[in-house]
């Protein structure tokens, strides 16, 4: 059974660095063709995609947020850490990691998800 | 940037057929994942690969992906299948995923 669980702070201020841990278990990310995911999601709007690690070490960012954006992987200690800089009241949102698989390239999708952990930036 | 744009609500009777709908460019060409998101919870997978269920959805939940249109059938609906409802596509110019705008199913 796999599963993730997010953690980390709930209220920032801005400027400050958000700093996410996601914990699994149930796969390793050294599998072949396996990944997480970090998606988030504003109160009340929709789901937004920010940052995929896959099992090889490659590393995918959005390309709104990318130069705000950095994630690691530890497989040894099963997490993995998404990191965004220079918050701002827009970042506030609840953040998911989710596990995704990819059989065939361009098929990924997030089959499990973490329980989300709402992060407000406000001063 | 790539866009999937999906309609903000559809509503249904208990008991009949709902269809949201995804559009987006050259769509058949890519993979569409759907999930659900009750109020609350995170988002769950339903289908992938266009047209595959993971194992647990119920076989009322269905999908399809052409004409650039994919499109999530839910059969028989329920009133606990009110939630929103995504659709998901990988991208390669820039490299990313993409998430549909969301519709919000309401049984009535």
């Known amino acids: 059974q796999i599963i993730l669980r997010g953690s980390g702070p709930t209220l920032l201020k801005p400027t400050e660095t958000l700093t996410l841990t996601c914990a699994f278990s149930g796969f390793s990310l050294t599998s072949s063709a396996v990944g997480v995911g970090w998606i988030r999601q504003p109160p009340g709007k929709a789901l937004e995609w920010l940052a995929l690690?896959?099992?090889?070490?490659?590393?995918r960012f959005s390309p709104s947020l990318k130069d705000r954006l950095s994630v690691s992987a530890d497989n040894s200690q099963r997490q993995v850490v998404l990191t965004l800089i220079d918050v701002d009241s827009v970042d506030t949102a609840t953040y998911f990691c989710a596990h995704f698989t990819y059989p065939y390239p361009g098929s990924e999708a997030f089959d499990s998800w973490g329980q989300g952990v709402l992060v407000t930036v406000s001063s | 940037s790539y866009e999937l744009t999906q309609p903000p609500s559809v509503s249904v009777s208990p008991g009949q057929t709902a269809v949201i709908p995804c559009s987006g460019d050259n769509l058949d060409d890519r993979y569409t994942s759907w999930y659900q998101q009750r109020p609350g919870q995170s988002p769950v997978l339903l289908i992938f690969q266009d047209t595959e269920r993971p194992s647990g959805i119920p076989a009322r939940f269905s999908a399809s992906n052409s004409g650039g249109t994919a499109t999530l059938t839910i059969s028989m609906t329920q009133p606990i299948d009110e939630a929103d409802y995504y659709c998901q596509v990988r991208v390669n110019s820039p490299p990313a995923v993409v998430f549909g705008g969301g519709t919000k199913l309401t049984v009535l």
């Open positions: 690690i896959y099992w090889d070490g490659d590393k």
